[in-house]
Structures are given as structure tokens and as C-alpha cells.
């Protein structure tokens, strides 16, 4: 596969590459990485949200800012 930049992004990209000691193409694998561990670990959230709001386990808006002011004050 390959990907186009700009090249303004493909400058920025060879300079982050640099700063990290690494090459662009390394830097791209590290942060598709990342991104798709990020995007899985949202995935599970969102349905581990959804799957208590079924069960009825959930807050109203009125006591998440209840525990919101109370947090805030401490």
C-alpha cells in the first residue's frame, strides 16, 4: 500500500521521523499502530457503555453534575 502526502505533511513527517531517531515510513507504522489500539480500546468502551445502559446502569444528567460539583469543590 502506499499513502501520498502533501509536501508540507511529507516535511513534517521526515522532520518528526528525525526527531524521534527514526525513519518516516517507521514513524507511519508506529503511529497507524496507535491509532488503531486507540480506536479498538473506544470500540470496547462504547460497547461496554452500551451494554450497561441496557442493563439500566447509568446516570442522569442531573447526578452526573451532582458528582461533577462535588469534584470540583475537593
Same mark, same amino acid.
Given at each position: ?17 528525525? !526527531? ?5 515510513? #517507521?514513524? *507511519?507504522? %508506529?503511529?497507524?499502530? &496507535? ?19 441496557? !442493563? ?5 444528567? #442531573?447526578? *452526573?453534575? %451532582?458528582?461533577?460539583? &462535588?469534584?470540583?469543590?475537593?
Amino acid at each position: 500500500m502506499e499513502v501520498h502526502f502533501t509536501p508540507e505533511k511529507e516535511a513534517k513527517l521526515t522532520q518528526s521521523a528525525a !526527531r524521534k531517531g527514526s525513519n518516516p515510513d #517507521e514513524l *507511519v507504522r %508506529q503511529v497507524m499502530s &496507535r491509532y488503531f489500539d486507540e480506536e479498538s480500546r473506544f470500540v470496547d468502551a462504547v460497547q461496554r457503555g452500551e451494554e450497561a445502559f441496557e !442493563r439500566g446502569e447509568y446516570l442522569t444528567q #442531573e447526578q *452526573v453534575c %451532582q458528582r461533577l460539583e &462535588r469534584f470540583l469543590r475537593h
